[in-house]
């Protein structure tokens, strides 16, 4: 019996002890299955880390290089307003009077003119639109239809009907102006032009009358910023420099910043005048333009281009040159240009071979925004220039 108990007692122990050999076992599988289970969740997790670190990183960088860019861009704008700003500096306003440099003499010498003349004589039409826009009126101003259209596009209506108007002449050629005439009106201030024998006509009569005169010279942007800042302080208007003259010059540096400086085209313009056709220089208000734009003016590699505007034309270095674009600025109207450049070039076989024409991109450019004085429409013209220059450019400036 004793036999019989023992063998019992020793067949449960060997079987108590198989069970706890097994349930060892199975911890040790499920122990190893968790450490492996935790050793994959953490090689994951350091992998997704190691993902999204370099995904920021690279975030970061990008985030990095637009702002490095951004900041170029920003101080390249502010490089080029300054640019244009350099004559607009020069201009002195003090309490009572403004002091600058015009166009009598050397452009050395200052002259200083009394805020507030009262009664103002404008010799020049495109002057006159400007005096307008910077807060002023005159008393007497040029006639003449194309004056009247200017008054009409840039001050909204014929000033030469204005109560009290004096036309003074029907042209701003100095050599057809009755002198007398001007004088006689007294005024505190005559602007004229350079041009046109308009400031060799009116200087020594005025000068004997004691009468001021400003002689302007305007011939691109940066001009009409310098004349705008000197003429709308004389009308006491400083207000008018920000919302007018800075808005213009914010927009102008605007289109320019779009223009791309890659793959740009060569260009040949010329100037359709009242009787023949001459090529622009970079001298001249639209060759400025197209050289600020990144394009190539042909006009550049002649002969003979250092201080001069325009130049004859020879078809030939044309030919050699070969534009990408031909721009013709006209003086009368689009439909005038046109039909001199087909009366002198129209049957021309080197003309008809020109790269320009066979493409079509031959471009008119309309005197009231590239031969008048655009003022604070300069760049509505910088951004048609554009256009022109880079038809796949979007360019954001829009006018108002």
Not at 33 to 57: D, F, I, N, R, Y
Not at 114 to 123: A, F, G, M, S
Not at 135 to 147: A, L, R
Not at 190 to 206: F, H, K, V
Request: proline share 3%.
């Amino acid at each position: 019996m004793k036999r019989i108990v023992i063998w019992m007692l020793s067949v449960m122990m060997c079987v108590t002890a198989f069970a706890g050999c097994a349930d060892n076992s199975n911890r040790s599988q499920e122990e190893s299955l968790t450490e492996s289970s935790v050793e994959e969740s953490q090689t994951a997790e350091s992998s997704v880390t190691e993902e999204s670190l370099e995904a920021e990183g690279s975030s970061a960088e990008e985030e990095s290089q637009a702002e490095e860019t951004a900041s170029e861009d920003d101080a390249w704008k502010e490089e080029m307003k300054a640019t244009f700003l350099e004559k607009a500096n020069e201009v002195i306003v003090d309490e009572n009077t403004v002091t600058f440099t015009d166009a009598s003499g050397d452009g050395s010498t200052l002259i200083t003119i009394q805020k507030n003349p009262e009664n103002v004589v404008n010799l020049y039409a495109s002057f006159t639109t400007l005096w307008y826009e910077a807060g002023g009126e005159v008393i007497g101003c040029i006639g003449g239809d194309s004056s009247v259209t200017l008054y009409e596009e840039y001050i909204g209506r014929d000033i030469t009907q204005d109560e009290g108007m004096q036309v003074v002449a029907t042209s701003s050629s100095g050599k057809k102006w009755d002198v007398e005439s001007i004088v006689a009106l007294q005024p505190d201030l005559i602007i004229c032009s350079t041009a046109m024998s308009g400031y060799s006509t009116i200087m020594t009569p005025a000068e004997s009358a004691g009468i001021p005169v400003i002689a302007v010279s305007y011939n691109d942007f940066s001009d009409y910023l310098k004349w705008f800042k000197v003429f709308c302080n004389l009308n006491d208007q400083p207000e008018l420099w920000d919302s007018i003259a800075l808005k213009a010059l914010d927009d102008v540096v605007n289109v320019l910043a779009e223009c791309p400086t890659e793959d740009t085209p060569s260009v040949f313009s010329m100037f359709a005048g009242a009787e023949s056709l001459q090529a622009n220089t970079s001298n001249t208000v639209v060759g400025g333009m197209i050289t600020a734009m990144n394009a190539a003016n042909i006009v550049d590699e002649w002969e003979n281009t250092t201080d001069a505007e325009r130049l004859d034309i020879n078809l030939e270095t044309v030919f050699a040159a070969d534009p990408d674009i031909i721009l013709v600025q006209c003086h009368a109207g689009v439909e005038e240009g046109q039909e001199m450049v087909e009366a002198t070039y129209g049957d021309n076989p080197v003309w008809q071979s020109l790269k320009a024409v066979q493409n079509g991109r031959v471009y008119y450019l309309e005197k009231e925004l590239f031969h008048n004085k655009p003022n604070s429409r300069f760049a509505e013209a910088y951004q048609k220039l554009a256009e022109i220059l880079y038809p796949d450019t979007t360019f954001s400036f829009q006018g108002e």
